[in-house]
């Protein structure tokens, strides 16, 4: 007796059958990243991840995004080579404090995110043919916030400049001083200012690079004490955000009001620069400021 079941299940199998689960696993979820696509914060447009990481990470309509340091140090450096230099040990959580969440577990979950122990990371190599010693200052771990670690890391750049005798290039970027530690953070405004003195006894060049955004006690302090300022397109730089300044003043701000371009106009910037110009613009600045007739005063 025939089963007139299989010829129908053969029927229903089809000769796709044979080929679906090789094309399932082709087509995995997990052969398909999460981050495939990109979305502009200008237009909306979703973008090629790997056509915004060609471009350095800046959109069609000209947006400079956030970049993490070891990006930074990649795309400044010549040929993306340099030797990484440690960051120094600092207590961790010396106030014990929390707001709503442990200051240790806040720490914790940065690092982990980050694969860093802080904001800043240090390089030392060549940029545009001139060598530095480069200090990337990181939005993306804890908003770049001025900490222990973030103080002690600029001291530590500083002097490992003068100790090999090349400038020092800071790249900024900080909603401002970290509250978690309280007056500890906001001694470190004082004591980068003093890292930058040490580099001007020894007549060698800072030059700051800004970047979006760069606000609050790094921008009272290291931030605006080059000898040279540079300041990606768009970038915000201020003290306090356009939103407070209303506030306290209850005026409207002028169009622009704290972006790189309007601060380049009043004087406050050198000069705005687009991110794939920055490892030869600064190479030029650093091999005139190193030229020996005019150095950093």
């Known amino acids: 007796m025939v089963d007139k079941?299989?010829?129908?299940?053969?029927?229903?199998?089809?000769?796709?059958?044979?080929?679906?689960?090789?094309?399932r696993k082709i087509v995995s979820r997990r052969d398909t990243p999460d981050n495939l696509w990109v979305k502009d914060p200008d237009t909306g447009d979703m973008l090629y991840r790997s056509d915004l990481e060609g471009a350095l990470w800046v959109t069609p309509s000209g947006r400079h995004?956030?970049?993490?340091?070891?990006?930074?140090?990649?795309?400044?450096?010549?040929?993306?080579?340099?030797?990484?230099?440690?960051?120094?040990?600092?207590?961790?959580?010396?106030?014990?404090?929390?707001?709503?969440?442990?200051?240790?577990?806040?720490?914790?979950?940065?690092?982990?995110?980050?694969?860093?122990?802080?904001?800043m990371a240090i390089g030392f190599g060549e940029v545009g043919g001139s060598e530095a010693v480069?200090?990337?200052?990181?939005?993306?771990f804890m908003g770049g916030?001025?900490?222990?670690?973030?103080?002690?890391?600029?001291?530590?750049?500083?002097?490992?400049?003068?100790?090999?005798?090349?400038?020092?290039?800071?790249?900024?970027a900080a909603g401002g001083a970290r509250m978690q530690e309280g007056?500890?953070?906001?001694?470190?405004?004082?004591?980068?200012?003093?890292?930058?003195?040490?580099l001007k006894a020894a007549q060698l060049p800072f030059v700051v690079v800004l970047t979006d955004p760069t606000t609050g006690g790094v921008t009272?302090?290291?931030?605006?004490?080059?000898?040279?300022?540079l300041a990606e397109p768009g970038a915000l730089i201020g003290f306090a955000g356009?939103?407070?300044?209303?506030?306290?003043?209850?005026e409207k701000l002028?169009?622009?009001?704290?972006?790189?371009?309007?601060?380049?106009?009043?004087?406050?910037?050198?000069?705005?620069?687009?991110?794939?110009?920055?490892?030869?613009?600064l190479g030029q600045i650093l091999s005139m400021l190193m030229g020996g007739k005019r150095r950093a005063a």
Not at 13 to 19: D, I, P
Not at 183 to 198: D, N, V, Y
Request: overall charge positive; aromatic content about 8%; proline content about 7%.
């Open 5 to 23: 079941n299989k010829p129908q299940q053969e029927k229903r199998g089809g000769w796709l059958s044979r080929f679906a689960p090789g094309v």
């Open 220 to 229: 009272a302090s290291y931030a605006m004490l080059g000898d040279v300022h």
């Open 145 to 172: 916030s001025l900490g222990m670690a973030a103080g002690e890391a600029f001291i530590a750049a500083a002097r490992a400049a003068v100790a090999r005798g090349v400038p020092l290039v800071c790249f900024t």
């Open 65 to 119: 995004m956030r970049i993490d340091a070891p990006t930074r140090l990649r795309f400044t450096f010549d040929d993306g080579a340099y030797e990484s230099i440690e960051t120094p040990e600092v207590p961790e959580d010396p106030l014990k404090f929390s707001d709503g969440k442990p200051y240790k577990d806040r720490l914790n979950a940065a690092r982990k995110a980050a694969g860093r122990k802080d904001t």
């Open 134 to 140: 480069v200090i990337v200052q990181d939005f993306t």
């Open 254 to 281: 002028p169009p622009g009001f704290q972006r790189a371009e309007y601060l380049q106009e009043k004087g406050m910037v050198d000069k705005v620069v687009a991110r794939a110009d920055l490892p030869h613009t």
């Open 183 to 198: 007056a500890l953070s906001l001694m470190q405004m004082a004591r980068t200012t003093l890292a930058i003195q040490e």
């Open 242 to 250: 356009p939103r407070v300044i209303e506030a306290t003043i209850r």
